[in-house]
């Protein structure tokens, strides 16, 4: 396993403001983000369960209006900031893929799987 830099803490705001980074998965780089929600960060793959779309409506915005719901901006499906799961809309109860983050040293780290060497 390794563990990447994706932010400073202090720019992950309560309900505000999520950072975008790329996940390695499988030799593929996927769009993901992370969120504070109740002084934690949670971070998922940035795409909506209902149909491969990135969730943000501009760049870093993933709460609706309250703050409390993460929402595709392009199919009004609502999901739990908190575990990613569907909470009403077109993700018909399907929730976010988690992506592990941790946060450490006033620092935001993604854990990503490790690739063996061959040799």
């Given amino acids: 396993m390794n563990q990447r830099l994706i932010c400073a803490s202090e720019e992950l705001v309560e309900g505000g403001c999520g950072v975008r980074f790329t996940l390695d998965r499988h030799g ?39 703050g409390l719901y993460l929402i595709c901006a392009t199919h009004g499906a609502l999901y739990a900031p908190d575990s990613g799961g569907c909470l009403g809309g077109r993700c018909n109860g399907k929730g976010l893929y988690p992506v592990t983050v941790i946060e450490d040293g006033g620092q935001v780290f993604v854990i990503e799987e490790g690739r063996e060497s061959v040799g």
Avoid: K, T
């Fill in 28 to 66: 593929l780089s996927e769009p993901a983000f992370a969120v504070r929600f109740h002084g934690r960060i949670h971070a998922y793959l940035n795409r909506c369960a209902h149909l491969p779309v990135e969730l943000d409506w501009q760049p870093g915005q993933f709460f609706d209006h309250s």
